[in-house]
């Protein structure tokens, strides 16, 4: 699973690698060191030719759902790359709906023991990782309001990561933007990324707790193992 991420890419850095024609302007991209679910996260998507940057809420809210938000108790943030196609909450957006997640770098846990031990995850060659992702739109019944979310696809983990965890965001290429945001690509396309395009350090547990503040730079800082 991924639950956290960081982003500290420029603006310049996003138009460049995925030739934005068409971007969301955004006036204070302001760098973030603990993206939680639910939060609001940047997003790329591909409409009727242009490639633009979409604000989401991270953790997917399906078209049909017909309670209130506040009543989405199930983590819908990963979508499991072998059940993206089938599931429910996920399969029509998979179909339909597809878009990258830039992230800076994302934390993973270890295990020892009793203890939760944070690892960070960061890009060897580009300076952002392109997450798969897929999106939804969904209208609150009450007030009429539209709501974009989003998930990213998680899979089984390269040599690297499965030193940490059992799971890994799903990391695209540049030749792979077009067919995924297209829908060209399926379910060949969800593998896990080569073992050499991250690198992992092991962080403060602080960033443990969703409470840690999401500006304090001094998350990613390695520390002794």
Known sequence: MCGRFTRMYTWEELVRLYRLTDPYMISNLQPRYNICPTTTVDTVVEVNGNRQLVPMRWGLIPAWWSKPLNDMKLATFNARAETVDT???????????????????????????????????????????????????????????????????????????????????VLLQPEQFGPWLHGESGKEA????????????????????????????????????
């Open 87 to 169: 599931k429910p909450m996920f399969r029509s957006a998979f179909k339909k709906n597809r878009c990258i997640i830039p992230a800076s770098g994302y934390y993973e846990w270890q295990t020892a023991g009793k203890q939760k031990l944070p690892w960070y995850f960061t890009p060897t060659q580009e300076p952002i990782l392109s997450i798969a992702g897929i999106w939804d739109e969904w209208t609150d019944k009450e007030t009429g309001k539209a709501l974009k979310s989003c998930a990213m696809l998680i899979t089984e983990p390269n040599k690297l990561a499965a030193e940490i965890h059992d799971r890994m965001p």
């Open 190 to 225: 969800l593998l896990p990324a080569n073992d050499n395009v991250l690198r992992k350090v092991r962080v403060s547990p602080r960033v443990n707790s969703f409470r840690a503040l999401d500006e304090d730079g001094t998350l990613i800082d390695p520390v002794k193992t």
